[in-house]
């Protein structure tokens, strides 16, 4: 009888899923050569693989995604000071998978909740390609809030 009183303290959507065939791994990095393609036909520029290695290294971790072929399709890596703020980086997907949208949208969304899960409280900030600006919005993200507007500088 006190079952039909409980009403959810909010309703959770169902979390975005991977298309059947494709893998999430957070156990392996890929191989350099594999990510700098995958960063470039995502539109960032190529990669020293030097540098590549070393970002890796110094991450706290990354997602990958896999097709059922088993190439490099998605990733994303995290950086954080352990402490107030929490980075993610590389947000890519293969722009030529059918299922890009839908690859971006998982990796957002397994990101940020590890990204609770090990650092509440962190504030987040994000480097993204356009393509990823919905499946970010889709997340509870918002461009520039508060006016605040992030700068880079590419050294």
Not at 52 to 80: D, E, K
Request: charged share 20%; hydrophobic share 45%.
């Amino acid at each position: 009888m006190l079952d039909s009183l409980l009403i959810p303290f909010r309703s959770q959507p169902q979390p975005p899923a991977l298309p059947p065939g494709y893998s999430l791994d957070a156990e392996h990095s890929p191989e350099m050569d594999e990510l700098n393609r995958l960063l470039v036909a995502s539109g960032d520029p190529s990669r020293p693989v030097e540098r590549l290695q070393r970002a890796l290294a110094r991450s706290l971790w990354q997602l990958s995604v896999r097709n059922p072929a088993g190439t490099l399709v998605g990733f994303v890596r995290a950086t954080s000071d352990l402490a107030l703020n929490a980075n993610l980086w590389d947000l890519a997907a293969d722009p030529d998978d059918p299922a890009c949208a839908q690859l971006l949208l998982v990796l957002v969304h397994t990101a940020l909740m590890r990204l609770r899960r090990e650092l509440p409280g962190c504030s987040l900030s994000v480097s993204a390609l356009p393509d990823a600006i919905e499946p970010l919005r889709q997340q509870g993200f918002v461009v520039d809030p508060g006016g605040i507007r992030a700068m880079g500088l590419e050294l």
